[in-house]
């Protein structure tokens, strides 16, 4: 069966939204995002994902002691804001190097 982009980008803009707004934990996020990345070869939602693994990094930051260190707010502000950008880019159907130039901007 050959994935359908636009459904894997729909599918994806969805988990992104939700990451961006607290409404799922990261290992449902990270399960249902592979299950679409590996069926597809879409640089957009390859970018998607990087940018996903990125803002996850946010919060994985620990001390010289490996205690949990609270995640920098400028950081958290900054990847959920690039999580939405790649949200419009796709409801919009922007093509990767406009969300590429919006990016920079974050």
């Given at each position: 069966?050959v994935a359908?982009?636009?459904?894997?980008?729909?599918?994806?803009?969805?988990?992104?939204?939700?990451?961006?707004?607290?409404?799922?934990?990261?290992?449902?996020?990270?399960?249902?995002?592979?299950?679409?990345?590996?069926?597809?070869?879409?640089?957009?939602?390859?970018?998607?994902?990087?940018?996903?693994?990125?803002?996850?990094?946010?919060?994985e930051d620990?001390?010289?002691?490996?205690?949990?260190?609270?995640?920098?707010?400028?950081?958290?502000?900054?990847?959920?804001?690039?999580?939405?950008?790649?949200?419009?880019?796709?409801?919009?159907?922007?093509?990767?190097?406009?969300?590429?130039?919006?990016?920079?901007?974050?």
């Amino acid at each position: 069966m050959v994935a359908n982009p636009d459904s894997d980008r729909i599918v994806v803009a969805r988990l992104l939204k939700q990451l961006a707004e607290d409404q799922i934990d990261e290992g449902a996020f990270r399960d249902q995002m592979s299950q679409v990345a590996k069926s597809s070869d879409d640089p957009v939602i390859e970018l998607a994902q990087d940018e996903a693994d990125e803002y996850l990094r946010t919060f994985e930051d620990l001390t010289i002691f490996g205690r949990q260190r609270s995640p920098d707010p400028y950081q958290v502000s900054s990847g959920k804001e690039s999580l939405l950008i790649i949200v419009r880019g796709i409801e919009e159907s922007w093509p990767l190097k406009r969300i590429l130039d919006a990016l920079r901007w974050v």
